[in-house]
């Protein structure tokens, strides 16, 4: 659970909080009176920190310190147990802020896959936003909620097991729809009928040969301002013998697809 920012910042039980030796180790934990996390680096009694406040440094019983820092929200989708591939928080970053969305909003997700994406959409529309996520395998959807349970957002989703590209959205007046499917443009049509007039759709690919099709596809429906892009991100290593990009990283990820709805003859 995310507890809300408090002022005295302390550690209470049910509490994410990320455990840090170093960059490889790295352990999303729910804090609990009683428990004990190993590495080898030494174990910890992470009883001792509730009460203390986030940023407490603590001790393995090798005398590695340990950090307790406040996960990110690309921790918590990174920490998600993973059946499908997830989405990246470089690509969501950007297509959250090219959509109109914000607390009190009402989106659509397809599919639910991992639940890494329906998670910060909860997170983004809460407190009194819905997430409406469809998913076709049942078994994705039981791993989803497992996922979100932790970080605490489950009552702002709604589950849905259906192939929307055959039966489409119970929902309507919908303020975005975002898509992570193979197959996006068979779900444009029923889409558009969900979506309002004026808002977005975003869709993610990773080949271009989706792109387009999805992209015909929707100059068909009522979409305009069809936009497609692609964020590079490249980490730069900070040392004393020299400042330079690292040389491996994430290098592709997904060609991110945006448009706005139009209600055609909306002038008579
Ligand atoms: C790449 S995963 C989505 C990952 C998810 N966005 C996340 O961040 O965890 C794609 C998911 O879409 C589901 N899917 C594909 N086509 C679908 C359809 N027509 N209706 C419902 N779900 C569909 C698949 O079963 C799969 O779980």
């Given at each position: 659970?995310?507890?809300?920012?408090?002022?005295?910042?302390?550690?209470?039980?049910?509490?994410?909080?990320?455990?840090?030796?170093?960059?490889?180790?790295?352990?999303?934990?729910?804090?609990?009176?009683?428990?004990?996390?190993?590495?080898?680096?030494?174990?910890?009694n992470?009883?001792?920190?509730?009460?203390?406040?986030?940023?407490?440094?603590?001790?393995?019983?090798?005398?590695?310190?340990?950090?307790?820092?406040?996960?990110?929200?690309?921790?918590?989708?990174?920490?998600?147990?993973?059946?499908?591939?997830?989405?990246?928080?470089?690509?969501?970053?950007?297509?959250?802020?090219?959509?109109?969305?914000?607390?009190?909003?009402?989106?659509?997700?397809?599919?639910?896959?991992s639940?890494?994406?329906?998670?910060?959409?909860?997170?983004?529309?809460?407190?009194?936003?819905?997430?409406?996520?469809?998913e076709r395998?049942?078994?994705?959807?039981?791993?989803?909620?497992?996922?979100?349970?932790?970080?605490?957002y489950?009552?702002?989703?709604?589950?849905?097991?259906?192939?929307?590209?055959?039966?489409?959205?119970?929902?309507?007046?919908?303020?975005?729809?975002?898509?992570?499917?193979?197959?996006?443009?068979?779900?444009?049509?029923?889409?558009?009928?969900?979506?309002?007039g004026?808002?977005?759709?975003?869709?993610?690919?990773?080949?271009?040969?989706?792109?387009?099709?999805?992209?015909?596809?929707?100059?068909?429906?009522?979409?305009?301002?069809?936009?497609?892009?692609?964020i590079?991100?490249?980490?730069?290593?900070?040392?004393?013998?020299?400042?330079?990009p690292?040389?491996?990283?994430?290098?592709?990820?997904?060609?991110?697809?945006?448009?706005?709805?139009?209600?055609?003859?909306s002038?008579?």
């Amino acid at each position: 659970m995310i507890s809300p920012p408090n002022e005295d910042n302390l550690i209470t039980p049910g509490d994410l909080i990320l455990i840090y030796l170093d960059i490889k180790r790295q352990y999303l934990i729910q804090a609990a009176e009683k428990l004990n996390l190993s590495s080898d680096l030494g174990n910890m009694n992470l009883g001792e920190i509730i009460g203390k406040p986030f940023g407490y440094v603590g001790e393995t019983h090798l005398g590695k310190k340990y950090y307790c820092l406040r996960p990110s929200t690309a921790d918590l989708m990174f920490k998600v147990k993973r059946k499908t591939t997830i989405v990246y928080p470089k690509d969501l970053g950007y297509l959250l802020i090219e959509t109109a969305i914000g607390p009190g909003s009402r989106v659509i997700d397809v599919g639910t896959g991992s639940g890494a994406l329906a998670m910060v959409l909860a997170k983004f529309v809460a407190p009194d936003g819905m997430v409406f996520s469809y998913e076709r395998r049942e078994e994705f959807i039981e791993n989803a909620k497992r996922n979100i349970e932790r970080a605490g957002y489950l009552r702002n989703i709604k589950f849905y097991c259906r192939d929307v590209a055959v039966k489409g959205f119970t929902e309507q007046a919908i303020d975005a729809v975002f898509l992570d499917v193979p197959e996006p443009w068979a779900i444009v049509p029923k889409a558009a009928d969900a979506l309002k007039g004026g808002h977005h759709l975003v869709s993610w690919s990773p080949n271009v040969e989706q792109v387009k099709r999805t992209v015909d596809v929707l100059r068909e429906n009522q979409f305009i301002r069809v936009r497609v892009s692609e964020i590079l991100e490249r980490e730069i290593l900070v040392r004393q013998q020299g400042v330079r990009p690292r040389e491996r990283g994430i290098t592709h990820t997904a060609y991110l697809v945006r448009a706005q709805k139009i209600i055609v003859g909306s002038r008579d």
